[in-house]
RNA sequence: GGCCCCAUCGACUAGUGGUUAGGUCACCACCCUUUCAAGGUGGCAGCACGGGUUCGAAUCCCGUUGGGGUCACCA
């Protein structure tokens, strides 16, 4: 075992889409393989035919990918512990069935399911756990069903179950690599299905069997596994192989702390793609959650190299976390404050391109769309955005014509002698050679000043006409972004059109 | 209910016997300022409780309480 290569997998089943919390799960098993310089695999788990989704698996992968998350091994890639679908492998958990029914440990069973319930319904209302009977645990096994009895089931083609038999009274003790020692008695564990009727093995049995065949060294997977370990932990003994290494990661939790799930807001990955974050910001956030570096830092920006550099099981803390997007929002303008200007650009192109096809627009637009004047808008913007599609929705005049005129705004600045300045003051801004924000905002004081009046009661109204909004970046350094001939023609269409005020 | 896990500001967390219990988000105030942001400064706010162990406990032990997970032919 020492010195072995690492192996850690993420083993989602293909039922919808990748959750936040999968994508923690996967991520911490990346970054612990990264960091070992070891291999990370994706295998699906697909035994449960009824519920698998059209296209989830491609959904999760593409998901994880798009985070950055890239397999050494997974049924897109191959590799050579394959197939990596688990209902490609169906002959292998029926061998190892038979193994364990042969060593008896493990024994047929063909209660129905409608017998199944009744027993359970019985031992609640005696206040009993429920459990299985062990009804078709066989007298040689210890328990009371004649093997004669099981033959003739056999005969008649009856539907059966395969369960484990679990030993009485011993206890299960593992060593979790997040919360220590843990200890279980059998006494509390059911003899678990192995195989189902319809020759599927259960995902215990499965699971078991993929993690050592495929041999991975580290199990990292949440925490709403642990109470199922005794039961892996017995299997691992009834073949006589050597558990690897278990990581119990902290429940992603509700606001209310409640295990985190849909109807208390989002918990698709692909409902924050869709919402406009980013891979770096939602990376980062989600690695946050449960896992610090520690000893003093106060970084809180990783970017994903760093997380695989500094990633460690040890500092992976024990309460679940709950999923508060106030930091997620803050992260994400981090991260549009520091991306370089050329990344944005290009990311936002093709929803400008979408969005001109749309809607008219007057201002030239091979300028509009030119990575020169993106550059400008991205440089005036990134710092009052929260997200990148913002830069064309949040910041549309840069774009568009204002459609309406902010009311509170006009309310608040169109004065009744505001009509008669602006006209004015285009007149001389027609006759500015530059028209640059220094420029500009010379022009905008010398004209104020031996007026007596103050820069303010002009520069608000003209960024209503020019904006529509009463808020944005630097008046001065937006006019110059939007150009004279833009500037005046929304002075002169913003007076017609808001008039004299109220 | 049985079993298992967990417990530091509202949230994410640092802290591994001696700290004025630190940082980040959010919130509040002030500064900067043409607006909105960004930024700066400051502030609010926490060791669930009770017993031990110890000269000394957020830190170690036990218990209580609270929260969560899990008890399928789902994963």
Known sequence: MAGQRVRTRFAPSPTGYLHVGGLRTALYNYLFAKKMNGDFVIRIEDTDQSRRVE????????????????????????????????????????????????????????????????????????????????????????????????????????????????????????????????????ATIDDQVLMKSDGFPTYHFASVIDDHLMEFTHIIRGEEWLPS?????????????????????????????????KRQGDVAVEDYIRKGFSSEAIVNFVALLGWNEGEGSEQEVFSMNELIQKFSLE?????????????????????????????????????????????????????ITSDAYLGKVVDLMRERVNYEHEFVTFSSYFFFEPESYEPEAVQKRWTSEIPALLQEFATVLESCGEFTAESIEEALKAFVVPKGLKPALLIHPLRIVASGVSFGPSLYHMLEVLGKETVLRRIVRGIDRIGQGS
């Not at 069935?97 to 359970?120: I, K, V």
């Not at 690897?244 to 992603?252: E, G, Q, R, V």
């Not at 050329?342 to 091979?366: T, Y």
């Open 315 to 367: 500092r992976v803390g024990r309460a679940g976390a709950v999923f508060n997007v106030e930091k997620l929002n803050w992260l994400e303008k981090q991260y549009i404050k520091t991306r370089p200007v050329a990344q944005i650009v290009s990311n936002i192109k093709p929803l400008l391109l979408e969005e001109l096809k749309g809607r008219p627009f007057e201002m030239p637009e091979p300028l």
């Open 55 to 186: 296209d989830a698996e491609k959904n999760l992968i593409s998901s994880l990918e798009w985070a950055g998350i890239v397999a050494d091994e997974s049924p897109v890639r191959g590799g050579n512990y394959g197939p990596y679908v688990q209902s490609q492998r169906l002959s292998i958990y029926r061998d190892y069935c038979m193994q364990l029914l042969e060593e008896r440990n493990a024994y047929y069973c063909f209660s129905t399911a409608e017998e199944l319930e009744e027993n359970r319904q019985l031992q609640l209302k005696q206040g009993l756990q429920p459990k299985y009977n062990r009804k078709w645990l066989p007298e040689e096994m210890g328990g009371n069903m004649p093997s004669s009895e099981v033959r003739k089931k056999m005969e008649e083609g009856a539907p059966y179950v395969v369960r484990m038999k679990v030993p009485d009274y011993v206890s299960v003790w593992f060593e979790d690599l997040i919360r220590g020692p843990i200890e279980f008695d059998s």
């Open 229 to 261: 370990m005794p039961k892996h932990l017995l299997l691992y003994e009834f073949f006589g192989w050597e558990p690897p290494k278990f990581a119990h990661l902290p429940l992603l939790l509700n606001a209310d702390r409640s295990k985190l799930s």
